[in-house]
């Protein structure tokens, strides 16, 4: 393909993509293919000579499209959304177009100037204080990852990255349960290892950590030896919405200097709503925040908004300059490189840029406000069923429940048949999760274009399917 031929192709696409997002609620929300289905429809050798254009699309409408699980559905309450606007592709076809590396300031003034602006208007939108600082990562683990790194190197007083962890007494880093997976990840990469990584019990609807429990574990620790490190704090849950007390954790934290990540990946987003702020009440006092636009504000994957009170920390930790990277001649520049754990980064600020203006904060805040509305409506008329029970409470419009019909057996096995039954009946698609060690099906709303009829039509689709199993 020459680039004289890529206009013709580009409206081609662009007209079969505004298809797509137009009709994408007439399809299944979750792909329907078998295991190797889409595997065995792809030749197991590449072709000697180029094909024709035709072809390609052609395989894949035929081949790849149903094999996609639906991410842009207005029906997936599945997982988090990983949304993307209209305007928010636009900037990525953009972004694709021009194929700018980002890696520093020389290398596209544009890119990083744009992504300062943005962490400046994110922070505006979400009311911290000015003294944050922001660079826009990869996704909330890239995130998590670097503020390990940074609490391990504060520890060792900076001398990690040189001298190892050999001959160290542990490093402790604490966080509850219901943390995601990616905080064990990040202990792993970071050399800390599992076993360090200490759990603190949750209490009460929001299932949030025990400070009094995380005061004594750190106290315990230091009398055994030990090196309490770090404090990662949950702020929507990925399981449940579980959200720990922010402010009185945080000032244990700062008791014993210890280093504080706050991962709001997904509901971070709501903060753009003064009425949801007193979820994460004192979250001025952490050295680290994380939340994803991409999952809830309508700006697609990848795009992740971390905010650092000290970014000199990370700098310290992250930061490599060989010659051949050195800006010379300009002073007062920002290398986010130094920032994050790749050299290499993309133009993500240009799809916020695209979005934030397109929509204003008001129109971004009325459609989250829509979906923790109309999620917290089909909750109440779930609730009132009397064979379902709800599981944990509404936080933000995430929610969990079981279907316990009088005189079953095996709840657990009856309601992961009745979520694989839903999931293949094709008009919403949902995912399980264990709470206290129950299985319990989740709930939540966050597609940019879902509609409360949308949202009702769980209802439906839930007691129908439940009571034909």
């Known amino acids: 393909m020459k680039w004289n031929e890529f206009s013709d192709w580009g409206k081609k696409v662009a007209d079969w993509a505004q298809d797509y997002h137009l009709t994408v609620r007439d399809r299944p929300v979750r792909a329907q293919t078998e295991p190797g289905e889409v595997l065995n429809a792809l030749p197991a050798h590449p072709p000697e000579q180029g094909e024709a254009l035709e072809d390609v699309f052609r395989d894949f409408e035929q081949i790849v499209m149903p094999g996609i699980t639906h991410w842009q559905h207005p029906r997936f309450f599945a997982y988090f959304n990983a949304n993307a606007s209209a305007p928010s592709v636009l900037a990525e076809f953009l972004t694709s177009a021009i194929a700018p590396q980002c890696m520093l300031w020389q290398t596209s003034p544009a890119a990083t100037e744009m992504e300062t602006r943005m962490m400046g208007w994110l922070r505006t939108a979400l009311d911290l204080p000015e003294n944050f600082a922001g660079v826009i990562q990869d996704s909330a683990s890239s995130a998590t990852l670097a503020a390990v790194l940074t609490m391990r190197e504060k520890a060792m007083n900076w001398q990690g990255n040189s001298q190892g962890l050999f001959a160290q007494k542990p490093l402790r880093i604490y966080c509850s349960a219901e943390v995601h997976t990616s905080i064990d990840r990040a202990i792993w990469v970071a050399g800390i290892g599992q076993d360090n990584l200490v759990r603190i019990p949750v209490h009460g609807d929001w299932r949030g950590m025990d400070p009094d429990a995380l005061e004594i574990a750190i106290q315990a620790d230091l009398e055994s030896g030990l090196q309490p490190t770090g404090v990662i704090l949950c702020v929507g849950g990925t399981s449940v919405g579980a959200t720990d007390p922010v402010d009185r954790c945080l000032k244990v934290a700062q008791k014993y200097g210890l280093y504080s990540h706050v991962d709001a990946a997904w509901a971070g987003s709501a903060m753009i709503c003064p009425e949801y702020r007193h979820y994460w009440a004192g979250i001025e006092q952490a050295d680290s925040i994380v939340f994803n636009p991409h999952k809830w504000l309508g700006v697609q994957f990848d795009c992740c908004a971390h905010f650092l ?126 709470v206290d060690g129950d299985l319990a099906i989740r709930f939540q709303a966050g597609q940019f274009e879902t509609t409360e009829a949308d949202v009702m039509m769980a209802y439906d689709v839930i007691t129908e399917v439940a009571r034909g199993l």
């Open 309 to 434: 009170k000290t970014p000199d920390d990370l700098v310290r930790t992250l930061a490599i300059s060989p010659e051949f990277l050195k800006t010379h001649g300009k002073d007062g520049i920002i290398n986010y490189s130094e920032w994050s754990v790749p050299l290499g980064r993309r133009f993500r600020a240009l799809k916020l840029w695209f979005v934030i203006r397109t929509y204003g904060l008001e129109g971004l805040r009325q459609r989250l406000r829509n979906h923790i509305n109309w999620s917290v409506a089909l909750h109440d008329r779930l609730a009132a069923e009397p064979d379902f029970r709800i599981v944990t409470p509404p936080m933000w419009s995430l929610w969990s429940f079981r279907y316990e019909p009088e005189g079953a057996d095996d709840l657990d096995d009856l309601n992961l048949r009745l979520v694989n039954a839903i999931n293949d009946d094709g008009r919403i698609y949902l995912t399980q999760t264990r």
